[in-house]
């Protein structure tokens, strides 16, 4: 029968598991670049939702999207959204 070490495994410290690009990273306040590139998306809790779409909407959707450089579900949503908040 093999005897076990009773010795425990070393652990790295926090400090020293790390690499520099992370360090870097981490202590970096990306908020203006964040801004600057205005790529920024704010997430919140959403639920899924079904409706009916006739092809040329579907199309026209994809159309946008592709200008957008989006899918046409975020294109939808992101029209949906602007009109919904314009001031009428």
């Not at 040329?56 to 046409?72: D, I, N």
């Amino acid at each position: 029968m093999k005897r076990r070490s009773k010795k425990k495994p070393k652990m790295k410290s926090a400090a020293s598991g790390r690499d520099a690009t992370l360090r870097s990273f981490e202590e970096r306040d990306l908020g203006g670049d964040i801004k600057a590139a205005g790529t920024a998306v704010v997430v919140r809790p959403q639920r899924p939702t079904s409706i009916l779409l006739s092809d040329e909407l579907k199309a026209q959707l994809r159309r946008r999207g592709a200008e957008l450089g989006v899918g046409y579900q975020t294109a939808a949503k992101m029209i949906l959204s602007r009109y919904v908040n314009a001031k009428l």
